[in-house]
T-cell receptor
C-alpha cells in the first residue's frame, strides 16, 4: 500500500546537525520531497531528489536516498532556532498523477 | 514571481452550509492539486487538475468537488458541511505533472 513513515519528534541543540529519517513504500517513485511547515503556515518545499540520485546537497541541507532500503533522510547542518518546525517527507507513487503521499511529519525542536 | 495564492485564509461556517475555496497557481503552472490537513489524519490528497480536467481523486465523499478554469485557477467546493470537515485546506501547483509542487498558505476552515 501507500505509506510513508517518519519518527514524530526530534530535539537538538542549536549548532548541532539534525537528521530526519523517512521510509517510503513505492520503489518506483520518481521524486521524493522534503517540506517544512511552520505554525499557522502552508508547506514550504525545501528540496527534492530524483530517484536516480543517491545524494543532493543544497546549502545546509543534505538529502540521502537509499533506494534498496526505501529510506530517505534530511540532514540540516548547523541547526538554528529558526529551523524549529514540522518536516514532512513525501513521494508520488507510480501510476499516480499529482498525488503526494506524506509522512506524519517530524517535529524538530531546536534548543538554544 | 508570485507564489500560490489561496483565498480566503480563514473561514467559519455552520454545519449543513456549503463553502467554496479558491486557489491561484504560480503563473505558468498548469497542475493544481488540493489536500486536507487535520491533526488526526495528517495530509490527505483530495484531487488534482490539469488543463481543466480532473485526473486523480482521493478517497473523499462526493460532497467534496472541484474544478479548474482555463487560466489554471482552481476552486474546491464542500457541500453539506460536517464538523469533521474542519481542517486546513492546502492547494499546490506544479509546472507539469509529478514534478516539484509548491503550496499556498492554506485556507483554515472551521465548521461550527
Amino acid at each position: 500500500g501507500e505509506d510513508v513513515e517518519q519518527s514524530l519528534f526530534l530535539s537538538v541543540r542549536e549548532g548541532d546537525s539534525s537528521v530526519i529519517n523517512c521510509t517510503y513504500t513505492d520503489s518506483s517513485s520518481t521524486y521524493l520531497y522534503w517540506y517544512k511547515q511552520e505554525p499557522g503556515a502552508g508547506l514550504q518545499l525545501l528540496t527534492y531528489i530524483f530517484s536516480n540520485m543517491d545524494m543532493k546537497q543544497d546549502q545546509r541541507l543534505t538529502v540521502l536516498l537509499n533506494k534498496k532500503d526505501k529510506h530517505l533522510s534530511l540532514r540540516i547542518a548547523d541547526t538554528q532556532t529558526g529551523d524549529s518546525a514540522i518536516y514532512f517527507c513525501a513521494e508520488i507513487p507510480s501510476g499516480n498523477t499529482g498525488k503526494l503521499i506524506f509522512g506524519q511529519g517530524t517535529t524538530l525542536q531546536v534548543k538554544p | 514571481k508570485a507564489g500560490v495564492t489561496q483565498t480566503p485564509r480563514y473561514l467559519i461556517k455552520t454545519r449543513g452550509q456549503q463553502v467554496t475555496l479558491s486557489c491561484s497557481p504560480i503563473s505558468g503552472h498548469r497542475s493544481v492539486s488540493w489536500y486536507q490537513q487535520t491533526p488526526g489524519q495528517g495530509l490527505q490528497f483530495l484531487f488534482e487538475y490539469f488543463s481543466e480536467t480532473q485526473r486523480n481523486k482521493g478517497n473523499f465523499p462526493g460532497r467534496f468537488s472541484g474544478r479548474q478554469f482555463s487560466n489554471s485557477r482552481s476552486e474546491m467546493n464542500v457541500s453539506t458541511l460536517e464538523l469533521g470537515d474542519s481542517a486546513l485546506y492546502l492547494c499546490a501547483s506544479s509546472p507539469i505533472v509529478n514534478t516539484e509542487a509548491f503550496f499556498g498558505q492554506g485556507t483554515r476552515l472551521t465548521v461550527v
